[in-house]
C-alpha cells in the first residue's frame, strides 16, 4: 500500500508557542490530504481536508485561523497548531487518499503535548 | 450528518474464539473500509468493501458489505493474542472524486488473552 510519514512522531512544547506538523507521501502525489485528531481510547475525527494549492476545508467546530493547514506540493501537506494551549494536547494523524474508492493511507500520527 | 455505529466498543476473550464485529448506519457509503489501530500508531487498512453483499477474506478476518450498503461486520475465526487492537470501520461519504474524508465509527477495543 501506499506509505504516509509524519513529522514529528511526539512533541513537547510550551504553552503560547506555536507547532508545525508534516504529512508527506512517500510514493504517491496526494492532491488531497485529511488531518484527524484522536483522543485517548476514542476514534479518529476529521479535522479537516488539505486541497493542494487551495484553501483547507474545515469541519464544524475546527477553527481554522487555530489550526493552520498549508498544501503547497503534491506529496506535503503542513498543520500548525498556533499559540498551543495544554487542551490542544491530542494525537494527530493524516492521511492521503489514493485509489479508486477513496481509500485512505495513515500516517503514523504526531503525539503533541502542550504543557 | 453520516453516522456509523460501530458495536461492541470493548470486547476481551480467550484466545481460540471466535468474534464479530458490527458496523451499522442509517446512510449509505459508496464503499466501506476497515482499518486495525495500534497503540501509539496510525491505522492500517486490512480491507475495502464495495458492492453490497460483498464477501472478502483475509487470513482468519472475514469482512461482509450488507446488500444496502448501510452495514458490514468483520469475524474473526480462531482469533490470537496478535489480533488486539482498535479496529476500525469508516464509510466513504462521497463517491470516487469527492475530496471528503472518511466518517469512522467509534471504534472497538480488542483484547486476546492468551
Known amino acids: 500500500g501506499a506509505v504516509v510519514s509524519q513529522h514529528p512522531s511526539w512533541v513537547i512544547c510550551k504553552s503560547g508557542t506555536s507547532v508545525k506538523i508534516e504529512c508527506r507521501s512517500l510514493?504517491?502525489?496526494?492532491?488531497?490530504m485529511f488531518w484527524y485528531r484522536q483522543f485517548p481510547k476514542q476514534s479518529l475525527m476529521l479535522m479537516a481536508t488539505?486541497?493542494?494549492?487551495?484553501?483547507?476545508?474545515?469541519e464544524q467546530g475546527v477553527e481554522k485561523d487555530k489550526f493552520l493547514i498549508n498544501h503547497a506540493s503534491l506529496t506535503l501537506s503542513t498543520l500548525t497548531v498556533t499559540s498551543a494551549h495544554p487542551e490542544d494536547s491530542s494525537f494527530y494523524i493524516c492521511?492521503?487518499?489514493?485509489?479508486?474508492?477513496?481509500?485512505?493511507?495513515f500516517g503514523p500520527g504526531t503525539r503533541l503535548t502542550v504543557l | 450528518t453520516q453516522l456509523l455505529e460501530q458495536s461492541p466498543q470493548f470486547l476481551s476473550i480467550q484466545e481460540g474464539e471466535n468474534l464479530t464485529v458490527y458496523c451499522n448506519s442509517s446512510?449509505?457509503?459508496?464503499?466501506l473500509q476497515w482499518y486495525r489501530q495500534e497503540p501509539g500508531e496510525g491505522p492500517v487498512l486490512l480491507v475495502t468493501?464495495?458492492?453490497?453483499?460483498e464477501v472478502k477474506k483475509l487470513k482468519r478476518l472475514t469482512f461482509q458489505f450488507g446488500d444496502a450498503r448501510k452495514d458490514s461486520s468483520l469475524h474473526i475465526t480462531a482469533a490470537q493474542p496478535g489480533d488486539t487492537g482498535l479496529y476500525l470501520c469508516?464509510?466513504?461519504?462521497?463517491?470516487?472524486?469527492?475530496?471528503?474524508?472518511?466518517?469512522f465509527g467509534k471504534g472497538t477495543h480488542l483484547i486476546i488473552q492468551p
Open positions: 510514493d504517491f502525489q496526494a492532491t488531497t
Open positions: 469508516a464509510g466513504a461519504r462521497v463517491a470516487g472524486g469527492g475530496a471528503d474524508g472518511l466518517t
Open positions: 488539505s486541497n493542494e494549492g487551495s484553501k483547507a476545508t474545515y
Open positions: 468493501v464495495v458492492t453490497g453483499g
Open positions: 492521511s492521503a487518499r489514493e485509489g479508486r474508492y477513496n481509500e485512505q493511507f
Open positions: 446512510s449509505v457509503f459508496s464503499s
